[in-house]
């Protein structure tokens, strides 16, 4: 079992940063790819970003690059998603979720265990 749990989420203006935190449970984080998704009101999730076990690929969805960026420590059970240049679409719960397989996936249904979310709100 996998518990995620994560946090650093807010209310921020246009233009601003926030940097999310996913903390996992379990000593095989370092094997897992794990990834961001997010879901905004009335839409469904969608993938933001990925990055595999050892952190050496990332891939990011076309709305979100070059503003966001994944990353991860392995020695903290951690993976991060640093935003930038926010913007109001970007508003949503975010979710991390991991991947046992430790790959970079962009589908939803890869992802065996998710977290509860963290809501991000972007003002105009």
């Known amino acids: 079992q996998v518990q995620l749990v994560e946090s650093g989420g807010g209310l921020v203006q246009a233009g601003g940063s926030l940097r999310l935190s996913c903390a996992a449970s379990?000593?095989?984080?370092?094997?897992?790819?794990m990834g961001w998704f997010r879901q905004a009101p009335g839409k469904e999730r969608e993938f933001v970003a990925a990055?595999?076990?050892?952190?050496?690929?990332?891939v990011y969805a076309d709305s979100v690059k070059g503003r966001f960026t994944i990353s991860r420590d392995n020695a903290k059970n951690t993976v991060y998603l640093q935003m930038n240049s926010l913007k109001p679409e970007d508003t949503a719960i975010y979710y991390c979720?991991?991947?046992?397989?430790?790959?970079?996936?962009?589908?939803?249904?890869?992802?065996?265990?998710w977290g509860q979310g963290t809501q991000v709100t972007v003002s105009s």
């Open positions: 379990g000593r095989a984080f370092s094997n897992y790819g």
């Open positions: 979720a991991a991947d046992l397989g430790g790959s970079t996936w962009a589908s939803i249904s890869e992802y065996e265990y």
């Open positions: 990055i595999n076990w050892s952190g050496g690929t990332r």
